[in-house]
């Protein structure tokens, strides 16, 4: 068995604050009251003294904090699978800087995407060699920092994210390689990315279960005639039937708890930490929608008979 407590995705929830690091560090004292969840994830933080602040918030509450590096190499056109040497070269440098940046923050977690898919399967072949090249030289830097993990995020390749990693059967066929060499390096599970790239939630999550540090329920649209279409974060809906326009309910998320809880440990991960990704968006109620995200996770947890304890 497998024990499995809820996570909070800070990023997602506050995403209209996060952009000032101040402001976001005071709601994020005031979220730490909270008793629900054991985990938070946050984005990178650029400002030194909010680190600290973050540091000491984290650590008073005895969370485990991941904190996602991916968007901000994506966000400088950076690929740690690009084919070109030379910016493949400047994405691990990227990536090693954002490393030393949130060990500051006290994260024993960080979010990497491989990079775009580069759309033959001759050059997705060259891709994946480079990624494991990327790979192997970020897992020393990694181990320079205590307890630090390497956490990979399979994104779909051919709906929205269009990335190299990927359909979920050849993430984990390469992931095989790569944990031989790396063994820092772990898989974070998201529902929506499954379901948009066509997949069986249950089957796709088993066969990550072997890395399977840590995983998000989401709910989309895998409808390409719908103007939801994609992988949004989108809302989920309110009780008692949660319904919406997309595939997730607390029902749909107590079977992948359920399937996630009832597999052996993964070697080194002692928690498997899981939080409902939702995006919030400006002037939105922020708190509401907490509550809300904590009334869907407590009743994915009851409906899967897991204590969130
Ligand atoms: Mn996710």
Known sequence: MRRILPSMH?????????????????????????????????????????????????????????QWCSPVIADKGLSLSSLDPKERKKAIACAKELLAGIAETGAKRCGLQSGPDPKTDELRVEAKKALFESCIELSETAKQYDGMYLLFEPLD??????????????????????????????????????VLGGADLKESVTLAAPYLAQLHICNC??????????????????????????YLTPKVGSEILKTVAAFEPCDGVEITYCALEVRAHLADDLWAKERLIRTFLTEAFDLAGIAHK
């Open 157 to 194: 390749r051919f709906v929205h994210k269009k990335q190299l990693l990927g359909p979920i059967k050849e993430v984990t066929e390469w992931f095989a390689n790569l944990k031989k060499e790396c063994s820092n390096f772990y898989i974070h599970w998201d529902s929506a990315h499954e």
């Open 221 to 246: 649209i895998n409808d390409p005639q719908h103007p939801y279409y994609g992988d949004h974060h989108m809302d989920i809906g309110q009780a008692p039937d949660y319904k919406t326009w997309g």
């Open 10 to 66: 800070f990023l997602e929830n506050f995403m209209p604050i996060m952009s000032n690091e101040k402001f976001a560090v005071d709601v994020l004292g005031q979220a730490a009251d909270i008793e629900f969840y054991e985990a938070v994830e946050l984005g990178f933080i650029k400002d030194t003294a909010c680190r600290h602040a973050i540091r000491n918030i984290v650590e008073n509450r005895g969370w485990q904090l991941t």
